[in-house]
């Protein structure tokens, strides 16, 4: 992935997807799409075939506050709940698409209340909640799998950063009290502090994992580094239309 990342001839796509086309088929990822809302009617095609299919695989379908407030949204809910199909719709709402507030861009800040005009729950959970996300997830697969059809999931959480870096940064945009308090309810924090107040994880066992991330990522930054651009001759290749 990271390999992808840098544009490396490595990467999951050879270099050619960049960060918005990552796709690994091996592990049942499907691909993203640079299309805002692109992803839900495919996710309904998988959906669709794991139904056919019989083998009690689930479908989950992430996606944003943006890509809510497009048709695709719509009709993939539509579609998923008449035909019952085994998907869980994952709304990671973090607050902005872009720099477009939630509350700018629908009438009602709560992307989950969209799910009874399709016959199916709708839960808000609190994104920066591990345990909370986890729970919720569970039923709802539960209840894909036991062909009682879709759910929509809406994950309240919070970006800190740009959308893009070409966007003004956030600090310049937002109230600093509302970044402060978002940073507080940090996930990775929380999770830790859960895991440290009930006796699972010591704070050795944290330091331990924190290093193996930082390994591991300066791994995989110089594997991309190490990896060759794709050559220019195969421009072409892999290519189904044009």
């Known amino acids: ?8 001839v490595d990467g999951y796509c ?21 299309i805002v809302g692109g992803g839900l009617p495919i996710a ?9 299919e019989g083998k009690g695989d689930v479908t989950v379908c992430f996606f944003g506050d943006g890509a809510a407030a497009e048709g695709e949204f719509h009709e993939a809910l539509n579609i998923a709940s008449v035909w019952k ?34 016959h199916m729950p709708g839960v808000i959970i609190d994104g920066n909640d591990v345990l909370a996300v986890y729970a919720a997830t569970g039923d709802a697969v539960i209840r894909a799998r036991r062909g009682d059809g879709p759910s929509l999931l809406e994950c309240k959480t919070y970006r800190w950063h740009f959308h893009a870096m070409r966007n003004t940064p956030p600090a310049e945009t937002r109230s600093a009290d509302e970044i402060r308090s978002w940073k507080a309810r940090d996930p990775i924090a929380r999770l830790e502090q859960h895991g440290l107040e009930r006796g699972v994880l010591s704070a050795a066992e944290i330091g331990t994992i924190r290093e193996r991330v930082k390994s591991d990522l300066d791994e995989a930054v110089a594997f991309a580094e190490q990896s060759p651009f794709p050559d220019p001759k195969d421009l072409l290749v892999d290519m189904f239309a044009d």
């Open 1 to 8: 992935m990271m390999a992808e990342l840098f544009g490396r």
């Open 14 to 34: 050879k270099g050619k997807g960049g960060s918005m086309h990552i796709a690994d088929f091996a592990v049942g990822m499907l691909g993203a799409n640079g």
């Open 44 to 52: 309904c095609g998988a959906a669709l075939a794991a139904h056919l």
């Open 85 to 118: 199909l085994p998907i869980v719709f994952v709304c990671e709402n973090n607050q902005y698409a872009a720099n477009n507030a939630v509350a700018v861009q629908h009438p009602g800040v709560d992307i989950a209340a969209h799910a009874g005009a399709y």
